[in-house]
């Protein structure tokens, strides 16, 4: 398996811009992740899907910020409008169960 | 305890160096506690994910220990080198919370 992967690796947008980011899961991983990394805050969990389903979505900062999981190989993170402040490193990570977690190489988002 | 914490921050050690860092969790809801390298510019990569209390786990010269009831998790390397040069994260799952991540320990070894 290729691992979990994401896309793109780096993102600029311009603010009030809609951005997605992709995640493809590794297959047959029930759980997947969705973290943002920033120096002020380290790694923050936004939200997380167990066999597709949101369970735990406390952590998406506002409503612009939106996932979903159509299937179980593809998930999106959605900013939009996106803000200077969303610039970050957003992580994707699968599991199986509740075990060790495999995360992306990360996408890189700057907002300017 | 509240949130997670990691210490400390960081870590300069020679190389050789036996050296430990300590993760503190809240103990209530405790489902399992996770521990990760991260190197600069790469993914978190798991090293170790522990359940009951008491657990030890190794993997080479790194060792982990679990202590549930106090809320507290240490890790071990023992004789550092260049390349465990990283940064050091443990995260707690909490069942429905799933994986609350500390800020971390940057270890840095010198050659």
């Known amino acids: 398996d290729a691992g979990v992967i994401q896309s793109p690796r780096h993102e600029v947008t311009e603010m009030g811009q809609e951005v997605t980011l992709r995640c493809k899961p590794i297959?047959?991983?029930?759980?997947l992740f969705w973290y943002r990394q920033t120096m002020m805050r380290g790694l923050e969990l936004l939200i997380y899907?167990?066999?597709?389903?949101?369970i735990d979505d406390s952590g998406m900062p506002e409503d612009r910020f939106s996932a979903k999981m159509p299937n179980a190989s593809f998930s999106t993170l959605k900013i939009q409008p996106s803000e200077p402040r969303d610039s970050a490193v957003y992580f994707c990570?699968?599991?199986w169960g509740r075990g060790q977690a495999f995360f992306g190489q990360g996408t890189r988002l700057t907002v300017v | 305890i509240l949130n997670v914490e990691q210490s400390p921050q960081s870590l300069h050690v020679q190389e050789g160096d036996s050296t430990n860092f300590t993760c503190s969790f809240p103990s209530s809801n405790f489902y399992a506690l996770h521990w990760y390298r991260w190197e600069t510019a790469k993914s978190p990569e798991a090293l170790f994910v522990m359940t009951l209390n008491g657990d030890e786990k190794k993997k080479g010269r790194i060792s982990a220990t679990l202590n549930t009831k106090e809320g507290y998790s240490y890790l071990y390397i023992k004789g550092s080198q260049p390349e465990d040069s990283a940064t050091y994260l443990c995260a707690e799952d909490t069942g429905r919370r799933a994986l609350t991540f500390g800020s971390g320990t940057r270890l840095q070894v010198q050659p």
């Open positions: 297959s047959g991983h029930d759980y």
């Open positions: 899907f167990n066999n597709n389903v949101p």
């Open positions: 990570a699968s599991s």
